[in-house]
C-alpha cells in the first residue's frame, strides 16, 4: 500500500487546502495508506519538504492550486517520485489537463490505484530569476502582468479576480515588440503575449493551447498579435473554448525550446507565482515527472 506525504502550504488558501485534504485523507487512511501532512510556510520550504519525502521513498501529495503543484512538481521533476495532486486552489489548470476528479471518493481512488505516467515538466531560465521547473506553461505578455493584479486582489477570488485582472491589464496594454525563437527559428511581431504551454489550461481554465499535451515533448508556442482592444477582449472570451486559434491574429507554433525577448521589459509568469520580466527561455524536459492521474 502507498505511504504519502501530503504538503500544504497554510498561508495561501489554507482552510481551502485543509479542507480538500480531508476527505481525501480520510479514504486513503480507510483503505490502508500512510498519510502524514506536512504544512509549509513558503513554496520554498515546501519544494525542500517534498524532496526529502521523496528521499524516503514516499508518494508526494501536492495540496493547493497550480501554484503549489508547479513549485512541488518542478522540485521532483528528474527525481523519479511520484507525484499526486489535490486541487485546491483557484485555477487547478494542470489538474484539469490531467482529467483528474474533483469528487474526493474519485480522487482518492486515483491515488491509491492509478499508475504513475510520465509527463513533461518545463525549465525556465532568465538572466533575472534563478533557474525554476514548472509544469503548466510560461507566458510574457498582459496576462502575465493580468495575474500578477489576480493575485494582489484582497476582495476578489476565483473566476472574478482573474477576471478583473485581465480587464485592469488589457486597458492599459500597449502592443510590445517580441522577437521569439523556437528551436532556432525567430518569429518577430507585435502583439499581446507569447505563452509556451506543456498544459493546455492556464489562468482559471482558460484553454490557452488546445492542441497541447503534457506528455509529447513539446511545447505549444501561442502568439498573439496586435488587435484592436475590443477584438482582444472577444478573443478572451473564446479562451473558454479555445475558438480563438482560428483567429488571424492568433499563431500555433511547436517546438522543444523557446526563447522569449522583447523591445522593453514586459513581464512574465510561470504557474502562476514566478514573476520576472523578459527575456524569458522555456525548456521541455520530456517525461521528467511521474505522477498519478
Same mark, same amino acid.
Given at each position: ?20 485534504? !480531508? ?52 522540485? !521532483? ?7 499526486? !495532486? ?202 521528467? !515527472?511521474?505522477?498519478?492521474?
Amino acid at each position: 500500500m502507498r505511504q504519502f506525504t501530503a504538503v500544504v502550504n497554510p498561508t495561501a488558501g489554507g482552510a481551502t487546502s485543509a479542507a480538500a485534504l !480531508l476527505g481525501v485523507a480520510r479514504l486513503l487512511r480507510e483503505a490502508g495508506a500512510g498519510l502524514e501532512t506536512e504544512y509549509s510556510h513558503s513554496l520554498a520550504h515546501a519544494r525542500e519538504l517534498a524532496r526529502q519525502a521523496g528521499e524516503r521513498g514516499r508518494v508526494v501529495l501536492a495540496v493547493g492550486g497550480d501554484g503549489m503543484a508547479g513549485s512541488i512538481g518542478g522540485a !521532483l521533476s528528474g527525481t523519479g517520485t511520484v507525484l499526486g !495532486l489535490v486541487p485546491a486552489g483557484r485555477g487547478n489548470d494542470f489538474a484539469r489537463a490531467l482529467k483528474l476528479p474533483a469528487q474526493a471518493a474519485e480522487l482518492a481512488e486515483v491515488l491509491l490505484r492509478a499508475e504513475p505516467r510520465p509527463v513533461d515538466t518545463v525549465e525556465v531560465t532568465s538572466a533575472v530569476h534563478e533557474r525554476t521547473v514548472v509544469l503548466g506553461s510560461v507566458y510574457a505578455g498582459v496576462d502575465a502582468l493580468a495575474n500578477r493584479h489576480a493575485n494582489h486582489a484582497r476582495l476578489l477570488r476565483g473566476a472574478a479576480s482573474y477576471y478583473v485582472g485581465a480587464v485592469r491589464a488589457v486597458a492599459g496594454w500597449r502592443a510590445a515588440g517580441y522577437r521569439v525563437t523556437v528551436d532556432g527559428e525567430e518569429h518577430a511581431f507585435s502583439g499581446y503575449t507569447v505563452v509556451a504551454a506543456n498544459s493546455g489550461y492556464y489562468g482559471f481554465n482558460r484553454l490557452i493551447a488546445p492542441s497541447a499535451r503534457v506528455d509529447d515533448g513539446l511545447l505549444d508556442v501561442v502568439m498573439i498579435h496586435q488587435a484592436p482592444r475590443r477584438l482582444f477582449f472577444a478573443l478572451m472570451n473564446e479562451l473558454s473554448t479555445g475558438a480563438h486559434v482560428h483567429r488571424p491574429q492568433v499563431r500555433v507554433l511547436r517546438g522543444r525550446e523557446v526563447r522569449i525577448e522583447a523591445d522593453r521589459a514586459i513581464p512574465y509568469g510561470a504557474d502562476g507565482e514566478v514573476e520576472a520580466v523578459v527575456p524569458v527561455t522555456a525548456r521541455v524536459l520530456p517525461g521528467a !515527472l511521474r505522477v498519478l492521474c
